[in-house]
């Protein structure tokens, strides 16, 4: 008899076992983070558009190295809220907006946007 109702346990076991096993089916999305930098090309004082680039922290995540006109992408990030923060910004040049904001990753693909503006 023993036998009998040892099979059964032992697979009810595993079933249970596997019942809390989620990693495969996390929520994810995608940040996309494109940065455009308009304005004059150069001025009376030599200023440029930020000839070096800019610098993108995006927090639990890490910190890159972008150009005037980037687009970054970060794919199979779990579901939630993320800070951006674009620095090494000229002083000649604002962010519209400001340079540090927060956006909800959710499923699917969701944009961020940091327009500079240079005189």
Avoid: H
Avoid at 8 to 30: I, K, M, Q, R
Avoid at 100 to 105: A, G, T
């Amino acid at each position: 008899m023993f036998r009998k109702l040892l099979l059964p346990a032992l697979l009810l076991a595993g079933l249970a076992a596997c019942e809390g096993d989620t990693s495969n089916n996390e929520a994810v999305g995608t940040l996309r983070i494109i940065i455009s930098t308009q304005g004059d090309t150069l001025d009376l004082d030599g200023f440029t558009l930020d000839p070096d680039g800019y610098t993108l922290d995006v927090a639990d995540i890490g910190t890159y190295p972008m150009a005037i006109q980037d687009t970054g992408n970060w794919n199979a990030l779990p579901i939630g809220d993320y800070d951006a923060a674009l620095s090494g910004i000229a002083a000649n040049c604002a962010v519209e907006n400001g340079a540090n904001k927060s956006i909800f990753v959710g499923v699917g693909e969701t944009k961020l946007f940091f327009k500079v503006t240079c005189t």
